[in-house]
């Protein structure tokens, strides 16, 4: 029978020594960043444009939606197709415009595979975003929506002065909300790029994945995996605090 | 304590007491099997094949009164899966396992040379890349059982008529000779150089070609900055940063990258097992006319290539080790074995001597995978098979070697010094893992 050792700390002190296992972590929370403000500015943009013009919300909304029903795997695929070197779509797209004379290799250099990375990332749920906008919208009096449009706050600047602060509460929590299941994302960043090209796009839980169920460093791997956990927890505290406040304001506390 | 407080408690402790007495009772608990084995097979591209595994093991079952049951797992979980097999040591009581994690996982492993030995011997034997695959200081801890061949697949429509390559220097020439055809969006040369099988089989063959290795003879000299290395190194970097034949996005391919643009006809040859002809006969008829196969070209150092083998194994706690020796002398007769290499097509090589008459080989095509076994190395060589080499093949460290001048900014000696820190590492650990 094979003795065990207690390890204490030893696993979470390699992690924080090993450079591959540094380089996820910060990879994973800028990519959580990214992602977050790429689908608060997708949706907040559209739901701007979407309150002045005559394009009914719910069918912006509907096409915004499809993403969310999809596997994080098929996206992983569709998204790797659109930007293989060879027959993607996005390079035919650029050639046939002649913005491109060689193939550009989206997926074999690490910045552009990290981008594409956000891109899919953020296709897949900015319709969330463009729901909460739109429904906040709606839930502004009609009186201050009117008073709004008499003063000529129309688009952007009644989405940023008028919307905005209503939705504020609920912003925070999503925003927050979106950044942690960003953090924990495996399906379509680990399908897209398998941590590569080399090392370059891994996150943490994509590291993690790779240390302990395809090498052999299981220990290794859940130390780097719940190094995660706290950046979790402050979330979530956040989330909570946020919570607290908009309950006191709006109970009058 | 309020009246309705009463009643509820009394039914929450009723339920809790109801389930207990559920749990509990044994009539109304599933009775395991008393005989039962539960299989991990890799599910392969070969439907026929994985349909044969299955009924070869259900029907040993049936023989023996024992409940079988095979989970086929796809080859891209199968590291997830049997690494959480052999962790945790749970899951499975017998596994297909790629043929380098056996040397990997040996430790936990049962040894079993008697009964391969045994059962080799009808046959003739093993062919000696499958002994040296399976064997860790000359024990078998995994039952050979088949392998693909890594071979290179031309379409020769897009040749242009020029012949085969047989050198790599050939090759390299070929691929030149062949790049105006990139202003169509075709490539010569279709190999990724990522962390997929094609690319570390690639790499692994073109070091040994040029006199390079990860390790010298006695087993723990790294050698992968000699300068046969850097020469290897420095032609696989040519084609993709000098002569631009292999494609840009090469670093982000997965394993079955170079097989769709082959079938989609976007390069002219690429190195894989005979599968791609296979899916061809099936849907484009008209390009498999046209596939052409040959073995691994030479270089100054000879001729070598590496195939992905797959290999039985178990854990060595297992308590059901005389009804996996009784699967094992179920599978491994004449008939069965036969049964299931023919299932393969001739894409799958047989690991046991003596299949070389089958139909499946009538297609010089597909023969070319089966000569290919002579050239054939293991993980390691020229040293013997270690955890360590094995190790330093599964973590792609020569791919990462590529990754670090192309995207790294790193000259090749620095690529190649930062690739002898990760094996010294890896080799450091094993040793360590021998020696506590």
Request: hydrophobic share 45%; glycine share 8%.
């Given at each position: 029978?094979?003795?065990?050792?207690?390890?204490?700390?030893?696993?979470?002190?390699?992690?924080?020594?090993?450079?591959?296992?540094?380089?996820?972590?910060?990879?994973?929370?800028?990519?959580?960043?990214?992602?977050?403000?790429?689908?608060?500015?997708?949706?907040?943009?559209?739901?701007?444009?979407?309150?002045?013009?005559?394009?009914?919300?719910?069918?912006?909304?509907?096409?915004?939606?499809i993403p969310l029903a999809l596997p994080g795997t098929l996206i992983a695929i569709m998204w790797q197709w659109m930007f293989y070197d060879v027959g993607g779509f996005a390079n035919s797209l650029l050639a046939c415009f002649g913005l491109i004379r060689q193939p550009v290799a989206w997926l074999g250099h690490g910045s552009t595979a990290f981008y594409v990375m956000v891109g899919a990332a953020v296709w897949r749920a900015w319709g969330l975003f463009l729901l909460?906008?739109?429904?906040?919208?709606?839930?502004?009096?009609?009186?201050?929506?009117?008073?709004?449009?008499?003063?000529?706050?129309?688009?952007?600047?009644?989405?940023?002065?008028?919307?905005?602060?209503?939705?504020?509460?609920?912003?925070?929590?999503?925003?927050?909300?979106?950044?942690?299941?960003?953090?924990?994302?495996?399906?379509?960043?680990?399908?897209?790029?398998?941590?590569?090209?080399?090392?370059?796009?891994?996150?943490?839980?994509?590291y993690a994945y790779e240390l302990g169920l395809i090498g052999?460093?299981?220990?290794?791997?859940?130390?780097?995996?719940?190094?995660?956990?706290?950046?979790?927890?402050?979330?979530?505290?956040?989330i909570a605090l946020a919570d607290d406040r908009a309950e006191r304001a709006w109970k009058g506390w | 304590m309020t009246r309705r407080t009463v009643p509820a408690i009394i039914g929450v402790a009723a339920l809790v007491v109801l389930g207990l007495i559920a749990y509990f009772l044994p009539s109304h608990r599933a009775q395991p099997a008393e005989r039962s084995l539960k299989i991990y097979a890799i599910e392969i591209w070969s439907k026929d094949l994985n349909r044969e595994f299955r009924a070869i093991c259900e029907q040993w079952g049936r023989n023996n009164n024992v409940a079988v049951d095979v989970e086929l797992i796809p080859l891209q979980d199968a590291d997830a899966k049997l690494s959480a097999l052999v962790q945790t040591g749970g899951g499975a009581d017998v596994a297909v396992f790629p043929a380098h994690k056996v040397p990997i996982y040996h430790r936990k492993l049962l040894d079993v040379t008697e009964i391969a030995n045994e059962l080799a011997k009808p046959f003739g034997g093993f062919y000696a890349i499958a002994r040296d695959m399976n064997a860790v200081d000359g024990r078998l801890y995994g039952m050979p059982l088949y392998a693909w061949s890594h071979i290179w697949v031309y379409n020769s429509a897009l040749l242009g008529g020029n012949p085969l390559p047989r050198t790599f220097e050939e090759a390299e020439q070929l691929a030149l000779t062949l790049k105006p055809l990139t202003q169509k969006g075709v490539y010569p040369f279709g190999i990724g150089l990522g962390k997929d099988d094609d690319a570390a089989m690639f790499l692994q063959a073109v070091l040994w070609a040029y006199g390079g290795s990860v390790v010298a003879e006695d087993g723990h000299t790294i050698t992968i900055r000699s300068p046969e290395a850097h020469r290897a190194f420095e032609y696989v970097l040519r084609l993709y940063q000098v002569d631009k034949v292999i494609p840009p996005g090469a670093f982000g391919w997965d394993g079955a990258s170079n097989n769709k643009n082959f079938l989609a006809q976007q390069i002219a040859f690429t190195m894989n097992s005979p599968t791609i002809l296979v899916a061809a006969k099936a849907d484009a008829p008209d390009l498999a006319t046209n596939i052409q196969h040959a073995r691994y070209p030479s270089g100054p150092a000879g001729q070598y290539s590496y195939a992905t083998g797959f290999s039985i194994a178990c854990l060595r706690t297992t308590s059901k080790e005389d009804l996996i020796f009784s699967f094992l002398r179920y599978l491994y007769t004449r008939d069965n074995y036969a049964r299931l290499i023919s299932a393969g097509g001739g894409a799958v090589n047989p690991w046991l001597l003596g299949?070389?008459?089958?139909?499946?080989?009538?297609?010089?095509?597909?023969?070319?995978?089966?000569?290919?076994?002579?050239?054939?190395?293991?993980?390691?060589?020229?040293?013997?098979?270690?955890?360590?080499?094995?190790?330093?093949?599964?973590?792609?460290?020569?791919?990462?070697?590529?990754?670090?001048?192309?995207?790294?900014?790193?000259t090749l000696d620095e690529a190649l010094s930062h690739a002898y820190t990760a094996i010294t590492s890896i080799y450091e650990q094993h040793r360590l893992m021998d020696n506590p």
């Amino acid at each position: 029978m094979t003795t065990r050792h207690l390890q204490g700390v030893t696993n979470f002190k390699t992690v924080s020594a090993d450079p591959r296992c540094r380089a996820a972590i910060g990879t994973g929370l800028l990519f959580a960043a990214l992602s977050t403000s790429g689908k608060l500015l997708l949706g907040g943009l559209v739901a701007a444009a979407l309150s002045f013009s005559r394009v009914r919300s719910s069918y912006m909304l509907f096409v915004a939606m499809i993403p969310l029903a999809l596997p994080g795997t098929l996206i992983a695929i569709m998204w790797q197709w659109m930007f293989y070197d060879v027959g993607g779509f996005a390079n035919s797209l650029l050639a046939c415009f002649g913005l491109i004379r060689q193939p550009v290799a989206w997926l074999g250099h690490g910045s552009t595979a990290f981008y594409v990375m956000v891109g899919a990332a953020v296709w897949r749920a900015w319709g969330l975003f463009l729901l909460l906008f739109v429904l906040g919208a709606r839930a502004i009096p009609r009186g201050i929506r009117e008073a709004a449009l008499l003063d000529g706050a129309t688009g952007l600047r009644y989405m940023t002065s008028i919307t905005l602060p209503f939705v504020r509460p609920l912003l925070i929590s999503i925003l927050i909300l979106s950044c942690l299941l960003d953090l924990g994302e495996f399906d379509t960043t680990f399908g897209l790029t398998r941590g590569g090209p080399g090392y370059a796009t891994h996150t943490a839980v994509t590291y993690a994945y790779e240390l302990g169920l395809i090498g052999t460093q299981f220990s290794l791997a859940i130390a780097l995996a719940l190094t995660v956990a706290p950046f979790v927890a402050g979330g979530i505290l956040c989330i909570a605090l946020a919570d607290d406040r908009a309950e006191r304001a709006w109970k009058g506390w | 304590m309020t009246r309705r407080t009463v009643p509820a408690i009394i039914g929450v402790a009723a339920l809790v007491v109801l389930g207990l007495i559920a749990y509990f009772l044994p009539s109304h608990r599933a009775q395991p099997a008393e005989r039962s084995l539960k299989i991990y097979a890799i599910e392969i591209w070969s439907k026929d094949l994985n349909r044969e595994f299955r009924a070869i093991c259900e029907q040993w079952g049936r023989n023996n009164n024992v409940a079988v049951d095979v989970e086929l797992i796809p080859l891209q979980d199968a590291d997830a899966k049997l690494s959480a097999l052999v962790q945790t040591g749970g899951g499975a009581d017998v596994a297909v396992f790629p043929a380098h994690k056996v040397p990997i996982y040996h430790r936990k492993l049962l040894d079993v040379t008697e009964i391969a030995n045994e059962l080799a011997k009808p046959f003739g034997g093993f062919y000696a890349i499958a002994r040296d695959m399976n064997a860790v200081d000359g024990r078998l801890y995994g039952m050979p059982l088949y392998a693909w061949s890594h071979i290179w697949v031309y379409n020769s429509a897009l040749l242009g008529g020029n012949p085969l390559p047989r050198t790599f220097e050939e090759a390299e020439q070929l691929a030149l000779t062949l790049k105006p055809l990139t202003q169509k969006g075709v490539y010569p040369f279709g190999i990724g150089l990522g962390k997929d099988d094609d690319a570390a089989m690639f790499l692994q063959a073109v070091l040994w070609a040029y006199g390079g290795s990860v390790v010298a003879e006695d087993g723990h000299t790294i050698t992968i900055r000699s300068p046969e290395a850097h020469r290897a190194f420095e032609y696989v970097l040519r084609l993709y940063q000098v002569d631009k034949v292999i494609p840009p996005g090469a670093f982000g391919w997965d394993g079955a990258s170079n097989n769709k643009n082959f079938l989609a006809q976007q390069i002219a040859f690429t190195m894989n097992s005979p599968t791609i002809l296979v899916a061809a006969k099936a849907d484009a008829p008209d390009l498999a006319t046209n596939i052409q196969h040959a073995r691994y070209p030479s270089g100054p150092a000879g001729q070598y290539s590496y195939a992905t083998g797959f290999s039985i194994a178990c854990l060595r706690t297992t308590s059901k080790e005389d009804l996996i020796f009784s699967f094992l002398r179920y599978l491994y007769t004449r008939d069965n074995y036969a049964r299931l290499i023919s299932a393969g097509g001739g894409a799958v090589n047989p690991w046991l001597l003596g299949c070389e008459q089958l139909d499946i080989w009538n297609d010089p095509r597909m023969k070319v995978g089966l000569e290919s076994l002579a050239i054939e190395r293991h993980v390691g060589y020229p040293g013997p098979v270690t955890a360590a080499a094995a190790e330093v093949f599964d973590k792609r460290v020569l791919a990462q070697v590529i990754n670090d001048v192309v995207n790294n900014s790193m000259t090749l000696d620095e690529a190649l010094s930062h690739a002898y820190t990760a094996i010294t590492s890896i080799y450091e650990q094993h040793r360590l893992m021998d020696n506590p």
